[in-house]
């Protein structure tokens, strides 16, 4: 019986400029998933690693991902086991469900000889995303499965453009040890935007695919602002604008909430700033004693992969 | 007594996915400046052509900005005239003030010896802007003086960015004469936006920038949406619905509402395409028994020009 293990990053949402909209993959911070062939039709479930998640295989985003693709598939005489550790905590902002959604599919058409196309795999992978997150949000996803930095232009129609990627940019990660209500973190969602708003927001949003393709890193930095949900989500995490404050003062070209937190992102030219910055923001919250884990990370741009 | 002849082009605002932000330079469709030096400090006017405009050195677009210009420059002891062959009608909605405004400060920093960098031209070219529709939108006015594709980031920081042009990018104006107020057309800037209208007026704005680096034409014209003005504006412009069909089934990768109208755009792959589009647009205008203007341009990466 065949298996396989795949290497399922975690990746930053939105990037401030493109709620709903961007995504970014990570290197280094991920789950590992292996897919084994097992005898009996069907799919099993294993888990470990240091969180829980639900092991139910009709309420686990890896296992209700690999049924949906199974069901488009042709009938199996054999069926496949998943053992997933677990990496990336869930609640975390930097895409633990889609991690296990994308990394699972993307194994189990791996071991089927690639039948789908990554943009089916996508497809299936929101199945399970949408059991986590009770809706049909392909970012993450997105950049899980495709890598580099992606757009969805529409959700609906699953249209979805990987952007190019500067060579040095690098990501902080920092992830305070807090759980953060997504019902709060979605309440923003219901509120109306005055035309100036909807031009800044989206005007941020072109000039940075711009300066990504230009590799314009002063640009970049003009363009990470986010006027929809940083105002109310900032309010959520603690120290968020003094964190911001000091990673910008020390060479960030951009800060802002992954996803939908807790977890914040910094971006930067260069290794040796990112690390600096991960330094910087690490001394803070030790100060304020609040628990944190924290990573540095190129853009990860083959995505989702085979170890 | 040295002098000076530019060819001041149109341009198209907006792009539908870019309301306020996006603005388009054209070729052979523009009026021709002549500036002349004079012995006496200050502007003077000549007007010909076949358009009404004020002759009046304060309420003339080009005046104003010329004005605006020399304000900012060492005091001179000769002056400029300045004789404007007005060729875009005003109020068609292809960048009548624009034109003119950014033609007279292109040329007299010409004929100064470029004291000012094209950002600086900009920013005196947007006061005769602000005469004519008492805001200050850059996006004519950047499209014009930089040429190409123009993104404006910002128009209070004045953060402008000239995007890539695909090559085979061809426009095809279509002017029926009607006038529509300015204060009609605006109107919609007062309403609230939906989150939902937020992110695919965004998503498509960010994929369209993404498409024109990487020649996607079949992108293009899936991001040529306008959730925004369209809806209203459309209301406005007799037959829109029924040209918008009739381009787009022929052939067109995106039509529209050029500015705030009444001229309307299509975007084609190609000069065939885009003047075969033409045709089938006034066929129909003609049978409708609407009078009209119609052109088909290249994109003017070069801008304002010395003829």
Do not use: W
Request: aromatic share 8%; charged share 25%; net charge neutral.
């Amino acid at each position: 019986m065949k298996n396989i293990k795949v290497f399922c990053p975690g990746s930053v949402a939105n990037i401030s400029c493109g709620f709903d909209i961007l995504g970014l993959c990570l290197d280094n911070i991920g789950d590992e998933i292996i897919v084994t062939e097992k005898k009996e039709p069907g799919i099993e479930l294993e888990l470990t690693g240091n969180y829980k998640i639900p092991n139910d295989i009709n309420k686990n985003a890896a296992s209700i991902s690999a049924i949906a693709l199974l069901n488009s598939y042709k009938e199996l005489n054999y069926g496949f086991k998943i053992s997933i550790e677990k990496k990336i905590k869930p609640g975390s902002g930097i895409g633990s469900s889609a991690a296990s959604s994308a990394g699972s599919v993307y194994a189990i058409n791996e071991l089927l000889n690639r039948p789908f196309s990554k943009k089916e795999l996508i497809n299936f992978a929101l199945e399970g995303e949408f059991a986590c997150t009770k809706s049909y949000h392909a970012d993450n996803i997105a950049a899980v499965l495709l890598g580099g930095i992606t757009l969805v232009r529409s959700n609906k129609e699953l249209d979805i453009i990987k952007l190019n990627t500067p060579l040095e940019l690098f990501v902080t990660i920092i992830h305070p040890q807090i759980e953060i209500k997504t019902s709060d973190s979605r309440s923003i969602v219901n509120r109306k935007f005055e035309i100036s708003k909807v031009i800044e927001q989206s005007s941020n949003l072109g000039a940075f695919v711009s300066a990504l393709y230009n590799e314009d890193y002063d640009l970049i930095s003009r363009c990470i602002h986010d006027i929809i949900a940083e105002p109310h989500r900032s309010e959520l995490i603690p120290e968020f604008r003094n964190l911001k404050e000091i990673a910008i003062s020390n060479g960030s070209i951009g800060f802002g909430i992954s996803g939908s937190g807790p977890s914040m992102f910094s971006l930067a030219r260069g290794p040796e700033k990112a690390y600096f910055i991960k330094k910087e923001l690490e001394k803070h919250l030790q100060i304020k004693k609040i628990n944190f884990k924290s990573y540095v990370s190129s853009v990860n741009d083959e995505g989702v992969k085979i170890i």
